[in-house]
Each structure stands twice: as C-alpha cells, then as structure tokens.
C-alpha cells in the first residue's frame, strides 16, 4: 500500500516562499499512470486541489495559483515537492500530498484519490 508523508517548516513568514515535499513509499512516483498532487486546507473551509505531477514529470496547477505555484519531483529519492511563492496569512493551512487517478480515470485532477498523507500544517505569520 502506498503511504504519503509531507515534511517541511511549520511556519513562515509573509512574502516568503513555502516549500514542502512529499515521500512516497510502496510505490513509485514514475508509475504509469498516476498523478501526485498536492492539496490544501485552510481553518474552516473546505479543500483545495493546488496542483500535481504526473508519471511522467508533466505538471499541472490550479489556474488560481498557478502564477505563485511550482511542483518537481526527485526521483531518486522517491519524492515531490511543492512551493508556493509570496505567501500571505490567507495561505495558513493544512497541507496534503496525495495519489491521483484523475489520469488513470479520465476525470480532472484533484477530485479522486486513492491514498494521502496525514497533512501538515503551515501558518503564514511574522
């Protein structure tokens, strides 16, 4: 069974840059054909697909955050990783790492998935 888990710093400050990653075990990143997304959470509203990586490196994100958003793969080590430019407080949130079957079913991305990480939790604060 495929286990997610995201890492990264608890908080940062306004304007910078949060940067995350994903470790996937029990299964390859560069397996056909799944996608990796990354999803988030902020306090009292519901969930938001940010993006993703296919198998293949290919990458696609939210067009509301596509301007701040970048996503890559190590696939050396197994991983993925999300950053998220010129973060505000609005961006506090829990964040997820996932699998995605959007390309396996033929729906969009960031609307089935079939394993995800516990979350982590980041705060935009000075």
């Known amino acids: 069974q495929v286990q997610l888990q995201e890492s990264g710093p608890g908080l940062v400050k306004p304007s910078q840059t949060l940067s995350l990653t994903c470790t996937v075990s029990?299964?390859?990143?560069?397996?056909?054909?799944?996608?990796w997304s990354w999803i988030r959470q902020p306090p009292g509203k519901g969930l938001e697909w940010m993006g993703a990586?296919?198998?293949?490196?290919?990458?696609f994100a939210s067009p509301s955050l596509k301007s701040r958003t970048s996503i890559s793969r190590d696939t050396s080590k197994n991983q993925f990783s999300l950053q998220l430019s010129s973060v505000t407080p609005e961006d506090t949130a829990v964040y997820y790492c996932a699998r995605d079957l959007g390309l396996i079913n033929g729906v969009n991305l960031g609307y089935e998935y079939d394993s995800r990480g516990q979350g982590t939790q980041v705060t935009v604060s000075s």
């Open positions: 990586i296919s198998y293949d490196g290919t990458t």
């Open positions: 029990g299964g390859s990143i560069t397996t056909s054909y799944y996608a």
